[in-house]
């Protein structure tokens, strides 16, 4: 049976707190950086058009592409939380049994949401404000190619780093990803622009499918080659859906996948009360959402490259190295929160003069970026915290949080909101949420008790 090396198992039991963190964490956040690269760069690439349609087209499937994010999240983090946990206690065999089962009810139900979208993408968008026919027309082809032929390498891409990065081997959980990343940054160009294929936002999305099937196969190879001193497994043998394996991961993982899921439709909402003031509204909103990744990912990087060390260590009941790595992983990821609240207030319109040329897109996106970008050190923290409930498997505090902060107030907040400020007061309705979000952590974490005791000491 394989078990963890030495040098993994140091990793995790032995070597400095603030070291282990780095080394699971940076390769994470690194990865997440050129995700993000590669998330711009379609934006990016589809902006130096100057066509407003086809920004809004891409926009306006933001929460089909959520879905794909609610399933990686669903099957991926927790699956990966419980496989830390099974190595903290050497139950190697269990290990076999969750990663196979993430594997392969990944590729069953992410199969299924790719049919649903062959057969009815085109009444979907126009639900979801592409009514104009340009616009529906660009939408489509989009969807089509980066949910319905890709959908299933788009979420197997992020479903196997967590599996690899559950083992320990963060970095190379993290190059899978950014092979695929770097390759549609290069692709990108010669897809979109008339100097190469000229397919514009269709051509950008199939690039993006090209992309992930190239990095699931580098994890596939990765996972062969390494197969005589792994401990995960995609074998169908190994596949089960006993709750205490298969339901107890699904679970683990459904905070983020809940939160990813309220903010699909939180998104809809949006969309459809931004399209309201035109075009180039909606196509500032795309630009902002995307900057808005930057800090997002980086936060959610830190919490999953954190996870695998919580989830080792409170399984091993080492609660003296689990209080380090919360206190150390406060103090960073606050502080990179509060660097991207002041660059982002300050270059607000920098930002937007790079994505694209259009004054009325810039002057909008200007305004909302400066609103939106209030409470990024808040949203750092909650990332932070739901990794910790989850490690501590108190995955309904995590719920709680990830639905009170989207799912609960937003839509109405936003309506409110859109009313009493027309347009730029929908963007003002995520900092507040976060601040009452992160009122509600402290709460769950610090005063109500968790059997008669708080969940951590810190």
């Known amino acids: 049976m394989a078990k963890l090396s030495a040098r993994d198992k140091e990793l995790f039991e032995t070597k400095p707190v603030i070291q282990s963190i780095f080394i699971l964490a940076a390769p994470t956040v690194i990865g997440q950086l050129i995700t993000i690269a590669y998330n711009l760069s379609d934006t990016w690439f589809i902006a130096q058009t100057n066509d407003t349609m086809q920004v809004a087209a891409v926009t306006l499937v933001l929460p089909l592409y959520l879905m794909l994010t609610v399933l990686s999240n669903l099957f991926g983090v927790g699956s990966g939380s419980m496989?830390?946990?099974?190595?903290?206690?050497?139950?190697?065999?269990?290990?076999?049994?969750v990663s196979s089962f993430a594997f392969w009810i990944t590729v069953i139900v992410t199969g299924l949401y790719s049919l649903i979208l062959l057969f009815f993408r085109d009444p979907i968008l126009f639900l979801l404000g592409a009514k104009d026919e340009a616009i529906l027309r660009f939408a489509s082809d989009y969807v089509f190619w980066t949910m319905v032929v890709g959908g299933i390498p788009s979420v197997l891409n992020v479903v196997m780093a967590h599996l690899v990065r559950a083992t320990g081997k963060s970095l190379q959980a993290s190059v899978g990803m950014a092979i695929g990343a770097l390759l549609n940054i290069v692709l990108d160009p010669i897809f979109i622009f008339p100097f190469g294929l000229g397919l514009g936002c269709k051509g950008a999305a199939i690039a993006t499918f090209i992309s992930n099937t190239v990095a699931v196969c580098y994890f596939f190879v990765y996972l062969i080659v390494t197969r005589e001193r792994g401990v995960l497994s995609l074998h169908p043998k190994f596949f089960t859906l006993r709750p205490e394996l298969a339901g107890k991961a699904v679970v683990i993982g459904l905070p983020n996948a809940a939160m990813t899921f309220c903010a699909t439709f939180s998104n809809v909402v949006l969309n459809l009360l931004v399209a309201d003031y035109g075009t180039s509204a909606v196509a500032a909103l795309g630009i902002v959402k995307k900057i808005d990744l930057v800090p997002a990912h980086i936060s959610q990087g830190l919490a999953q490259g954190v996870l695998p060390l919580l989830s080792y260590n409170f399984s091993a009941k080492n609660r003296e190295r689990v209080n380090k790595a919360i206190r150390y992983a406060i103090v960073i990821t606050v502080s990179l929160g509060a660097v991207f609240f002041t660059f982002y207030e300050i270059f607000a319109h920098q930002l937007m003069n790079f994505f694209i040329d259009e004054s009325e897109t810039v002057e909008i996106g200007t305004k909302f970026i400066r609103l939106h970008c209030m409470a990024m050190p808040l949203l750092s923290i909650l990332f932070l915290y739901v990794a910790i409930f989850q490690a501590k498997e108190k995955s309904g505090r995590a719920i709680l949080v990830s639905l009170f902060r989207k799912g609960?107030?937003?839509?109405?907040?936003?309506i409110a909101m859109n009313v009493g400020w027309p347009l730029y007061g929908v963007m003002l309705v995520q900092p507040i949420l976060d601040f009452a979000s992160v009122l509600l952590v402290f709460l769950l974490y610090y005063v109500i008790p968790s059997k008669g005791k708080r969940l951590f000491r810190t």
């Open 83 to 97: 496989i830390a946990s099974f190595l903290g206690v050497e139950k190697y065999e269990e290990v076999k049994k």
């Open 408 to 414: 609960s107030l937003d839509i109405p907040l936003m």
